[in-house]
């Protein structure tokens, strides 16, 4: 992974058309802005972790639930 | 062609109903295939079988009919995605997360599979909207209705 050091105001750009400044930093909290085609899915991390946490609790361990319904 | 399925045996699929998950789900993101299997005697909810895991499948139904005003407005990365280019191509299902009962289940409203019916190409979406959980439990509805 590529890791660079950035201070406030100071920007990154991904490609051509992918923009981050870092706008604030501020003790353990950093305010990022991010400038990004609308075509780019742009999600906190913890959201997609929840999200991919539950896919796992939800994969299928049997289906006597619906058998039982006869 | 045939599929060798979790819950079903092996079974045998139209490839043209093979829903194409170009980054696979959060979790599983090198799962790119798969199929709808119905239950049997069962209506509301069906599976979505994995093409290239054999033991991978999920429970899923459709949203609209669990809660009441089930709103989402897909954003322009997932209709580009799926190359929408008409409302009337997408369909939408949840996964629901089996307890030991449909009523202490969940199902995951936040982050819905929203699917091109036209090209097939499907993609779990994860939503701003702050209304919908992760774990919605289905009891929470049933009691209203």
Redesign the interface.
């Known amino acids: 992974m590529l890791v660079l050091s950035r201070k406030a105001g100071e920007t990154i750009w991904i490609g051509e058309d992918i923009e981050i400044i870092i706008s604030e930093v501020k003790g353990e909290q950093v305010k990022i802005g991010i400038s990004a085609p609308r075509s780019i899915d742009v999600i906190r991390g913890e959201l997609r972790q929840d999200v991919s946490t539950s896919n796992t609790e939800a994969v299928l361990k049997n289906i006597d639930i619906f058998k039982s319904k006869k | 062609m045939n599929l060798k399925t979790?819950?079903s045996g092996e079974v045998e699929i139209d490839t043209a109903e093979i829903l194409k998950f170009e980054h696979g789900?959060?979790?599983?993101e090198s799962e790119k295939e798969f199929v709808i299997l119905p239950?049997?005697?069962?209506e509301e909810?069906t599976?979505l079988q994995s093409v290239q895991t054999e033991a991978?499948?999920?429970?899923v139904t459709n949203p609209y009919n669990i809660t009441v005003n089930y709103n989402i407005e897909l954003?322009?990365?997932t209709v580009?995605?799926l190359q929408i280019k008409e409302q009337k191509e997408v369909a939408v299902f949840s996964?629901?997360?089996?307890k030991?009962?449909?009523a202490e289940s969940t199902i995951?409203l936040?982050?819905p599979i929203i699917q091109n019916t036209s090209n097939n190409k499907a993609k779990?979406v994860?939503l701003n909207n702050e209304d919908y959980s992760?774990?919605h439990l289905i009891s929470s509805e049933s009691q209203k209705g």
């Open positions: 979790a819950y789900i959060p979790g599983f239950i049997e005697d069962n909810f599976v991978l499948a999920f429970i954003d322009e990365a580009h995605a996964i629901v997360s089996l030991e009962t449909i995951n936040k982050a779990q994860i992760i774990r």
